[in-house]
T-cell receptor, first 112, second 114 residues
Framework: QQPVQSPQAVILREGEDAVINCSSS?????VHWYRQKHGEAPVFLMI?????EQKGHEKISASFNEKKQQSSLYLTASQLSYSGTYFC?????????????FGAGTQVVVTP | DSGVTQTPKHLITATGQRVTLRCSPR?????VYWYQQSLDQGLQFLIQ???????AKGNILERFSAQQFPDLHSELNLSSLELGDSALYFC?????????????FGPGTRLTVT
């Protein structure tokens, strides 16, 4: 079942903050976050696992609320390079064990 | 550069034809995933292979098939092509199987069916 992302789009000025949410109606095992620039491949940002473990390599933080079955991605002090479409992908065992269902994406535009 | 390679980059073909898309995963990665991305559908999971065996299936049409070879590269075969099959097809790889592992996406193959 596809997770629901909000907002659909956000426009920021450089230095501003934004939050992108990813919600599921079912219990999650893991949440992945990817960013895709126009015409390019999605790029891995973060994984959040049930139990609190996080893996990521960018200066973008995220949280995973198991009770609410929701993850939030925090874009802090945004830079021009943060522009792109952000997708969350969720793994919901047992039906989708090992495969990700992606949300529709949140388009982020950072302006100077 | 993710280390995942896909060929060809662009493919233009007519309805009813058959095409093969190729993917080479990152060195050491055992899992390969195929995704379809069209304008109105977002990223749709098609199928996953792990070390040569099919591991998970998504909304993959019967006209589509895939396999992973002993050298771990994978091919996605699309047959009896329709206009609606026009899309970007991404391959991704990860070290193992399961949601605990990040996926690295290749540059994609843009398929245009005319």
């Amino acid at each position: 079942q596809q997770p629901v992302q909000s907002p659909q789009a956000v426009i920021l000025r450089e230095g501003e903050d934004a939050v992108i949410n990813c919600s599921s109606s079912k219990a999650l095992y893991s949440v992945h976050w990817y960013r895709q620039k126009h015409g390019e491949a999605p790029v891995f940002l973060m994984i959040l696992l049930k139990g609190g473990e996080q893996k990521g390599h960018e200066k973008i933080s995220a949280s995973f609320n198991e009770k609410k079955q929701q993850s939030s991605l925090y874009l802090t002090a945004s830079q021009l390079s943060y522009s792109g479409t952000y997708f969350c992908g969720t793994e919901i065992p047992p039906d989708s064990w090992g495969k990700l269902q992606f949300g529709a994406g949140t388009q982020v535009v950072v302006t100077p | 550069d993710s280390g995942v390679t896909q060929t060809p980059k662009h493919l233009i073909t007519a309805t009813g034809q058959r095409v093969t898309l190729r993917c080479s995963p990152r060195s050491g990665d055992l899992s390969v995933y195929w995704y379809q991305q069209s304008l109105d559908q977002g990223l749709q999971f098609l199928i996953q292979y792990y070390n040569g065996e099919e591991r998970a299936k998504g909304n993959i049409l019967e006209r589509f098939s895939a396999q992973q070879f002993p050298d771990l590269h994978s091919e996605l075969n699309l047959s009896s092509l329709e206009l609606g099959d026009s899309a970007l097809y991404f391959c991704a790889s990860s070290p193992r199987t399961g949601g605990a592992y990040e996926q690295y996406f290749g540059p994609g193959t843009r398929l245009t069916v005319t």
